[in-house]
C-alpha cells in the first residue's frame, strides 16, 4: 500500500510489462512507468527474437512497442506512461512531432519523451500547444530544465516532466543529486508546471535522497523498487543524509527562467551520448 506521507508519485523504469505486473504486487501501487528505445530492446519478447536472429521491420517494431506500452497503460490505467520518439543527431523537430503526436494516440495516459535539445525542445513546444504530454529526458543541466520551463510556458501540471539523469552523472564522478535538488530550486521561482521526475536511478540511496529533496515523480528499476519493498516502503526521516562519497560537487546557478528558451545554453554531451547509445539500441533491432 501507498504510504499515508508519501507525496512523490513513483514510476518504474522499465520496457517489461511483466515487470510492472510484479511491481504492483510488491508494492501495492505504481503511480507509472517509463520507457525508452534501450529498455524496449531489453524487453524479454525483443530479447527472444533478438537471440533467434530475427529482426523487425520498421513498422513491425513500431508495432511491438505499441503493443507492450499499451500492456503497461491497461496495468496502470490511472498512471502515465512515457514513450520516447527515435532521435538521432538529424531527426527534425518535426519528424520527432510527427513521432510523437502518433505514439501519443497508442494509449489514453501517455507522456512522450523527447530529447533535451533544440529540436527537442521545438518539438516540445509546439507538442504542449497540440494538448500532447511531455517527458523531456537526458536533461544534465539547470540551462536545460530552464529551457523546458521556457518552452512548455502555458502548459498545465501534470502535462510537462523534465528528467534529470542522476546515475549517468554519477558515473562520470558528479554528484547526480546535486543537480536535482538545483533543479527543484530553481523551479520554486515558478509556475509549478514542469515536474521534476528523478530518472537513471541506480540505487536506493537516490531514490530516498530524491524523495527527501521532494522530487515530484521518481522513476526507478526492478531491483531498486523490489529492495524498496523489501525495507516496507521506508520513507527517509528528519536524519536522513545522502552520502555522495567521493562526488564532485555540482554547484548551484542563479538562472532567471524569464529567458527565451533559446537562449539557454543546451548543450551537454551525455545528452548526445544518450541519444546516440538510445538510436544505435533501436537500430540493432531493425533489420
Ligand atoms: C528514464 O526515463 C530514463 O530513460 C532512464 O532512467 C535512464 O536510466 P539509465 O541511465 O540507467 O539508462
Known amino acids: 500500500m501507498r504510504p499515508k506521507d508519501l507525496v512523490t508519485k513513483i514510476f518504474l523504469d522499465s520496457g ?11 508494492l501495492g501501487f505504481l503511480d507509472g512507468q ?12 525483443s530479447l527472444q527474437r ?8 520498421r513498422e513491425e517494431i513500431l508495432d511491438f512497442y505499441r503493443q ?27 519528424a520527432m512531432l510527427q ?25 516540445a513546444e509546439q507538442a504542449v500547444k497540440q494538448e500532447v504530454r511531455v517527458n523531456m529526458t537526458l536533461c544534465f543541466t539547470q540551462e536545460q530544465a530552464a529551457a523546458v520551463y521556457g518552452a512548455t510556458k502555458g502548459a498545465k501540471k501534470g ?34 508546471h514542469v515536474e521534476v521526475l528523478t530518472a537513471s536511478v541506480r540505487n536506493l540511496d537516490h531514490f530516498l535522497c530524491a524523495l527527501k529533496l521532494g522530487s515530484d515523480i521518481i522513476s526507478a528499476p526492478f531491483n531498486v523498487l523490489k529492495e524498496w519493498s523489501e525495507k516496507g516502503l521506508l520513507l527517509p526521516g528528519d536524519n536522513y543524509v545522502y552520502q555522495p562519497g567521493s562526488l564532485k560537487a555540482i554547484s548551484f ?33 531493425i533489420r
Open 50 to 57: 533478438f537471440e533467434r536472429g530475427e529482426k523487425f521491420s
Open 34 to 45: 517509463t520507457t525508452n528505445p534501450t529498455l524496449i530492446s531489453k524487453n524479454p519478447a
Open 159 to 192: 502535462e510537462v516532466f523534465v528528467s534529470p539523469f542522476v546515475g549517468r552523472l554519477d558515473d562520470r564522478g558528479e554528484n547526480g543529486m546535486d543537480l536535482i535538488s538545483h533543479i527543484l530550486k530553481m523551479y520554486r521561482e515558478g509556475d509549478g
Open 16 to 26: 517489461d510489462p511483466g515487470e510492472t505486473r510484479e511491481i504492483i504486487r510488491l
Open 99 to 123: 513521432q510523437g503526436r502518433f505514439m501519443f494516440s497508442w494509449i489514453p495516459n501517455a507522456h512522450i519523451k523527447f530529447p533535451s535539445t533544440e529540436e527537442g525542445l521545438r518539438a
Open 253 to 285: 546557478k542563479e538562472i532567471p527562467l524569464t529567458h527565451y528558451w533559446r537562449d539557454y545554453n543546451l548543450h551537454h554531451e551525455l545528452t548526445d551520448k544518450g541519444m546516440e547509445r538510445f538510436s544505435a539500441d533501436w537500430n540493432a533491432l
Open 68 to 94: 507492450e506500452v499499451n500492456k503497461i497503460s491497461a496495468l496502470i490505467p490511472q498512471g502515465s506512461v512515457s514513450i520516447e520518439v527515435y532521435a538521432d543527431r538529424s531527426t527534425t523537430a518535426g
